[in-house]
């Protein structure tokens, strides 16, 4: 058996973990119902007993290269601490990585969450064999990560890929970063949270007044399954939607020209409900997508489907394909795998 | 001596020759009144006397590695001929590399224009020494160039760093590329311009209406110079003007996360009337900006000032620079030349 790595997702819900092979073949995957909330200490524990559990049944049959972790929040790469993160509450200023290398004997590698989704895609999802892309993760806000050549692109401190808080309408609504309209102001499950509340109290949206009054959980999908249902309302939120995601998209091809960006996040799900807008809104405002784009953006969305922009030797002729993400939550344990994979002084 | 090369910028106005050692010394410059508009083949006849005159005349005191042309458009690596070019008309579809390459019996490289000025600015500029850092090039438009770990990054085909067609205004004004809102339509020459003729037309700025019934030659430098002299009508303008750049900026940041953004071209020198609102609005609009900028960001304009992003090891503490541009309009000149250095097999 090839040597494996274990991955491991630190959401703010559930704490995932995977032993990977490196060729990317699924050994195991543990979901434990461990709540971040509480508390570090007590998460660090049940991480490592998890990993410790996995490497052990898997290590007679192939080399244990070592754990990745994606995490909610800005990392110092240097240190292994996180630096800032808003769901991690008591985790920043504590040596995360060290801890954890110290309990388990093997290497780790700490990442930001947005990053080994993007790894993950592109090592066995959308991405496939792409070297330079990107994906937007559209979940309760908008996470980002950058890979090129293969590798994520940090920036100078790790800070790259914030494709969150790019600022889509100068004028527009607050957001918790201090700026004002922010892209997940505009294209996350929280703005359609957002916009669904504003357009019932304005009290022309009935479909919407009645969902919200009889499903305690009411949210971004309870829009959505009234937008696919034909609510004009609905339907104009992920329109919307679309609009501002296009905006958002249409700087970064202007900026990057990457062969892919890949949409991935829960609200990734609502494509049919928002991909037309988004693509219309990228091609009228992206000069670099006008001219690269593929006859029917929409077909590249199959899965398998095809992918020019790898297909061809000639760069001219190259396109730029938009894309949902394939491996839905699984890309960041992925991801997570394949770094602590590339990081083993073993490989 | 050391070896050298030739760097070479096709403007739209003027054709400027440098012979340049791979060191970065000047040896010689020479401007030609050589108009673009009078067509391919006479520009290419007088670019190639001039480089050979250059090259003989140097190459006998070291070797000549090869010459680097920056122009104005998008160009097919691959082929070397330029794919889009709105200032070069007759220049799409003719193979120039290999045609000068034929006529010099030398290698030759052709790159975009804001690209080798990014790249002189990192060889001998503002960047000297910062390995990840970006230009924006303001002019009539507004140019685009990404350095990454020492080398341009041209994207899937050559296309990145089109910054000038980021929207910064979705419903704004309507700009060539077929977009709206695009960021050269609030931060280029020919916006300042606009803004000043709507000025005068809603009668409301007498200085600006006496400067351009005075003025022939009224332009973007005329409204600079009733800006600095406290003309309100000219700040409110550089004041949109640094807002704007700002918000296109705080989207490179939040992007990138690079060392370093240089702002050049002519509109540069009118810093002091723009960059105080560019700052303000970087800061308030970019999280990574806010965590990452220096103390005082506008000390860093001073040449030879202080750049913590490159004198510190801990990558923590790397501040984001954003600079005005050292090497003027002789940026491109020297990109150019470090290009065809980097180019040359015999290096």
Redesign the interface.
């Given at each position: 058996m090839p040597a494996f790595s274990i991955g491991v997702d630190l959401g703010g819900t559930n704490l995932r973990i995977a032993a990977v092979t490196s060729e990317g073949q699924l050994l195991e995957k543990i979901t434990l119902g461990t709540q971040v909330i509480r508390g570090r200490d007590q998460v660090i524990q049940e991480m490592c007993d998890a990993i410790q559990q996995l490497s052990g049944k898997y290590r007679s049959s192939g080399r244990f290269l070592g754990a990745g972790i994606g995490v909610p929040g800005i990392i110092?790469?240097?240190?292994g601490m996180l630096?800032?993160s808003a769901n991690l509450p008591g985790w920043e200023e504590y040596p995360v990585r060290a801890e954890i290398e110290r309990r388990l004997g093997a290497p780790v590698v700490l990442e930001n969450d947005a990053n080994v989704a993007a790894l993950g895609e592109q090592w066995l999802g959308a991405a496939r064999d792409v070297p330079?892309m990107a994906v937007i993760t559209l979940g309760t806000g908008i996470g980002?990560g950058?890979v090129?050549k293969g590798k994520i692109?940090?920036?100078?401190?790790?800070?790259?890929?914030?494709?969150g808080?790019?600022?889509?309408?100068?004028e527009g609504y607050p957001c918790g970063?201090?700026?004002r309209g922010c892209a997940e102001q505009y294209a996350s499950a929280s703005s359609i949270l957002r916009m669904a509340r504003e357009a019932i109290a304005g009290g022309k949206a009935p479909g919407l007044a009645r969902a919200a009054s009889s499903d305690p959980e009411f949210g971004a999908k309870s829009v959505y399954n009234l937008a696919i249902q034909g609510d004009q309302p609905a339907r104009h939120i992920f329109r919307s939607f679309g609009r501002y995601l296009g905006?958002l998209l249409?700087?970064?091809v202007?900026?990057?020209?990457?062969?892919m960006y890949v949409i991935g996040g829960g609200v990734s799900s609502a494509w049919d409900a928002f991909a037309a807008n988004m693509f219309a809104e990228l091609r009228?405002?992206?000069?670099?997508y006008?001219?690269?784009a593929p006859h029917d953006p929409l077909t590249t969305d199959v899965p398998g489907g095809k992918r020019s922009?790898t297909e061809t030797d000639?760069?001219?002729q190259?396109v730029?394909i938009v894309t949902r993400a394939l491996l839905g939550s699984d890309a960041g344990l992925y991801g997570a795998a394949v770094l602590a994979s590339q990081n083993s002084p073993d490989r």
């Open positions: 110092d790469m240097a240190t630096r800032k330079n980002g950058i090129i692109w940090h920036g100078m401190n790790g800070m790259a890929g914030e494709f808080h790019v600022t889509v309408e100068p970063c201090g700026n905006i249409a700087g970064l202007n900026v990057l020209n990457l062969d009228e405002r992206s000069l670099v006008a001219v690269t922009s000639d760069v001219s190259r730029t």
